[in-house]
């Protein structure tokens, strides 16, 4: 186990921490490949009967952009992990609840999206916030996303990359159980709790059914690879990341 992730058992039920919080809990190499690996890990773990995924005061602020500068080999090969998480999040025979304090921005918002229910408070906040540094929504998202808030909702939150606190994540369906910021990950896992307790064949094949609809998985992930790769590269990538640095508003060229 990474120091960048932690596990601590509830019985069946496993807790993973997300654990770089001088950076927000942002997707930093280590941090992303020890998830990736642990999800592998618990698959085999017959004991295991729901996981809760938790970031403390921050969930996660999305992609460790200040160490990012890749090519589009890399970016393909870096998707590759985060796409394990993604495949181990909703492929997974287990129900994942996620715990979101604070925000859950770009890959965190798609994190969180990833996990079977949300958990959250009043002051939480979720943003697709990859057009500030011209890439595509990746991690997901634009799978998960329209199967919870519909086209239209989606098409918004996306273009428009506007925070979305949490009652009005509530009222969408991005969150399904909004509560105080302490009760938060108790609420988290008397929900795990109760879903360990029910019959595992029926939560596996209600998630491998849910996982088929509208449209596979693996033809969105392949998209969005395509399409992210290429990105990695533009001049707009080089230009958010720069602004997002800086702390100032980004100036895209379109190329």
Not at 23 to 39: F, H, I, S, W
Not at 171 to 182: F, K, N, P, T
Not at 187 to 204: F, H, K, N, Q, Y
Not at 246 to 255: H, I, L, Q, W, Y
Request: glycine share 10%; proline share 4%.
């Amino acid at each position: 186990m990474s120091e960048a992730l932690s596990m601590t058992r509830h019985g069946n039920v496993v807790q993973l921490t997300l654990n770089v919080p001088q950076k927000r809990n942002a997707l930093t190499v280590p941090l992303y490949t020890a998830l990736a690996a642990e999800l592998e890990r618990l698959r085999d773990d017959r004991s295991v009967r729901a996981i809760v995924l938790y970031g403390g005061r921050h969930f996660c602020a999305g992609g460790d952009l200040g160490g990012l500068d890749v090519s589009t080999l890399d970016m393909r090969r870096g998707m590759t992990h985060g796409h394990r998480i993604v495949r181990g999040l909703t492929g997974g025979p287990w129900p994942v609840v996620a715990a979101v304090e604070g925000n859950a921005y770009g890959a965190g918002f798609s994190l969180a999206l990833a996990c079977d229910l949300v958990v959250a408070d009043g002051n939480s906040s979720f943003c697709a916030a990859f057009g500030r540094v011209g890439l595509t929504p990746d991690f997901g998202l634009m799978w998960t996303l329209p199967q919870r808030v519909g086209i239209g909702a989606a098409r918004e939150i996306l273009m428009l990359g506007e925070p979305v606190a949490g009652a009005k994540a509530r009222e969408l369906g991005i969150v399904d159980r909004l509560c105080a910021q302490s009760a938060v990950l108790d609420t988290a896992l008397e929900l795990a709790g109760r879903l360990a307790a029910a019959s595992p064949g029926t939560i596996a094949t209600t998630k491998a059914s849910l996982a088929r609809f509208p449209l596979q998985l693996d033809t969105m992930l392949a998209w969005e690879a395509d399409t992210q790769s290429a990105l990695v590269r533009s001049d707009d990538f080089s230009e958010g990341v720069r602004a997002f640095i800086d702390k100032r508003a980004p100036t895209f060229n379109g190329s």
